[in-house]
């Protein structure tokens, strides 16, 4: 009898360590590719990224136009907005300076509120779906007849999503933040009563073209991250349709991970020691 069988429990807590260091090794191998072959897959395949580049805005088939990332995160940044305005203007209230409603839209919207909503609304749609895509091609070996055609899967599978992902990521991420803007403006000055002049008096001295500069460099670290963190589980799919079904799980609550965990590292690096805020005068 070998050691493994007679002591199964330690043989198990011994293998867990080196089986998650295996897949960290995995992931970044997996990620070093796919960033290098990035931009040959936009010089290469040129029609998949324009094509992709459709499908992660307005999005594919019967979800054309409805279903896309636009469309989505349009209307998740819409609510968060109008939410942000009435707990705002709510909160102020209660201590006498609702005025500040317009400061809280310009700070918050854009340092936390705007960022956040756009990772989850871009996880949701087009990482859940390029997950299920690649799954789908894997386990129906459409991957492994990629190869033999002497076709890189990583570059034109991978490559290309990632172009068109960081491509479509600033349009929509501005589409993002001026809809929350609008929705909190909307909310306070017509819905609440609040005088236009006063909001847009704290909006715009608050509003610092910085954080907005900041705010899209978050976007793109998002949008990028989820971007791999997708394709990965979905290039490596195994175990047939439910297997798909596990993966596109387990890929969107990691990029939900990542997404805080990429605010959190910004916030820190950016207004760690020096906020660039200042509410006195």
């Known amino acids: 009898?070998?050691?493994?069988?007679?002591?199964?429990?330690?043989?198990?807590?011994?293998?867990?360590?080196?089986?998650?260091?295996?897949?960290?090794?995995?992931?970044?191998?997996?990620?070093l590719k796919a960033l290098a072959y990035a931009p040959f897959a936009a010089w290469r395949y040129k029609r998949e990224t324009i094509r992709l580049i459709a499908e992660i805005s307005m999005g594919a088939g019967a979800l054309a136009v409805f279903g896309g990332t636009v469309v989505i995160v349009g209307f998740l940044t819409l609510a968060t907005g109008g939410t942000l305005a009435v707990q705002g203007y709510s909160s102020l209230g209660n201590i006498g300076i609702e005025a500040l409603t317009g400061f809280l839209s310009a700070f918050i919207n854009v340092r936390?509120?705007?960022?956040?909503?756009?990772?989850?609304?871009?996880?949701?749609?087009?990482?859940?779906?390029?997950?299920?895509?690649?799954?789908?091609?894997?386990?129906?070996?459409?991957?492994?007849a990629l190869e033999s055609l002497a076709i890189d899967p990583i570059a034109y599978l991978v490559g290309t999503r990632i172009v068109a992902g960081m491509i479509a990521i600033t349009p929509l991420?501005?589409?993002?933040?001026?809809?929350?803007?609008?929705?909190?403006?909307?909310?306070t000055v017509f819905l609440l009563g609040q005088s236009s002049g006063l909001y847009d008096h704290y909006f715009?001295?608050?509003?610092?073209?910085?954080?907005?500069?900041?705010?899209?460099v978050?976007?793109?670290l998002m949008a990028l991250t989820i971007l791999l963190i997708h394709t990965y589980f979905g290039f490596f799919a195994s175990g047939g349709p439910a297997g798909v079904g596990?993966?596109?799980?387990?890929?969107?609550?990691?990029?939900?991970?990542?997404?805080?965990s990429v605010t959190l590292l910004v916030s820190l690096a950016v207004y760690g020691a020096n906020g660039n805020f200042d509410l006195s005068g």
């Open 1 to 31: 009898m070998t050691l493994t069988a007679r002591y199964p429990v330690a043989a198990r807590r011994i293998r867990t360590p080196i089986v998650g260091l295996r897949r960290i090794g995995d992931h970044t191998l997996f990620y």
């Open 112 to 144: 936390i509120s705007a960022p956040v909503v756009a990772g989850i609304g871009l996880a949701a749609t087009f990482g859940a779906g390029a997950t299920a895509q690649l799954g789908a091609m894997r386990i129906n070996e459409e991957i492994d």
């Open 173 to 187: 991420y501005a589409l993002a933040v001026i809809a929350s803007f609008i929705a909190s403006r909307f909310t």
């Open 204 to 216: 715009s001295t608050f509003l610092n073209p910085i954080d907005l500069i900041w705010s899209f």
């Open 218 to 220: 978050q976007a793109m």
């Open 246 to 260: 596990i993966a596109v799980g387990n890929a969107v609550r990691t990029s939900l991970i990542a997404i805080v």
